[in-house]
């Protein structure tokens, strides 16, 4: 009599594949050369700052949270990433996640001295406008042109990183 069950390990794969879809679907939506939402952070002291006004600037947004262990590895490395390439026109900007209490990111900021634009998105609006970003850290790299050329989903290779900065604020 032939099984007509499927295997235990089909279910695992079929799920996994499911997951890399929606997931790699979030990644098409906002591919090489797709236009940077236009959209207007608030910084931690109130201050505006929109995409429109960094045009001309290669730009770093990092969506983050304090409760990320990932995101609190890596901002070392960001803060290193943004000193080392600020005076060459780098632009950075790190969007604190819509359920991250305000107190905590103005506390992981001041502690942590972060040299860059904190903002906060406390109605998920940024977000939703970057493609629904739901998975911390998520860090887009936009050129000059206002045009999203990379989205790291995790974190970045920061040699690769460094590699993509150096060409985009040469050009």
């Known amino acids: 009599m032939a099984n007509t069950t499927s295997p235990r390990w089909k279910k695992p794969l079929i799920i996994g594949a499911l997951i890399g879809a929606l997931v ?17 952070f608030i910084d931690l002291k109130g201050q505006k700052v929109s995409t429109q006004s ?17 995101c609190v590895k890596e901002m070392p490395q960001m803060i290193e990433t943004y000193n080392k390439y600020k005076g060459q026109g780098l632009e ?22 972060l040299p860059f634009t904190v903002a ?17 850290p998520t860090t887009f790299v936009i050129d000059k042109d206002g ?21 985009e604020l040469a050009g």
Request: overall charge positive; hydrophobic content about 40%; charged content about 20%.
């Open 24 to 40: 790699g679907g979030g990644y098409v939506a906002m591919t090489r050369g797709t236009p940077a939402p236009d959209v207007t």
């Open 54 to 70: 960094l045009r001309g600037k290669v730009v770093m947004v990092n969506f983050w949270a304090t409760s990320c262990v990932t």
């Open 92 to 113: 950075f900007v790190a969007v604190a996640m819509q359920y991250d209490p305000a107190n905590y990111v103005i506390n992981f900021t001041e502690t942590r001295k």
């Open 120 to 136: 906060l998105d406390s109605g998920g609006d940024i977000a939703k406008s970057f493609g629904d970003v739901t998975l911390t």
């Open 147 to 167: 045009k999203i050329i990379k989205r790291y989903v995790g974190e970045p290779k920061f040699a690769d990183l460094h590699a993509l900065l150096e060409k």
